[in-house]
């Protein structure tokens, strides 16, 4: 069964902060998801680049 969302070595540095490390994730289909943390632990980001709305730093 194809995945309802894949991302493999996700990775995003906002100059020398990284604020994204390296996730590997996995969402089967017809399934409920959340990302859960700290304020600042990225999730905002994560999601942001997982459906493409994340611009690319000039």
Do not use: E, W, Y
Not at 42 to 51: E, F, P, Q, Y
């Amino acid at each position: 069964m194809t995945p309802a969302l894949q991302i493999s070595g996700l990775t995003r540095r906002f100059g020398d902060r990284l604020a994204v490390d390296a996730i590997d994730l996995s969402v089967p289909p017809g399934s409920f998801f959340g990302l859960v943390g700290q304020n600042g632990a990225g999730k905002t980001t994560t999601l942001s680049m997982a459906v493409g709305c994340c611009p690319t730093p000039a």
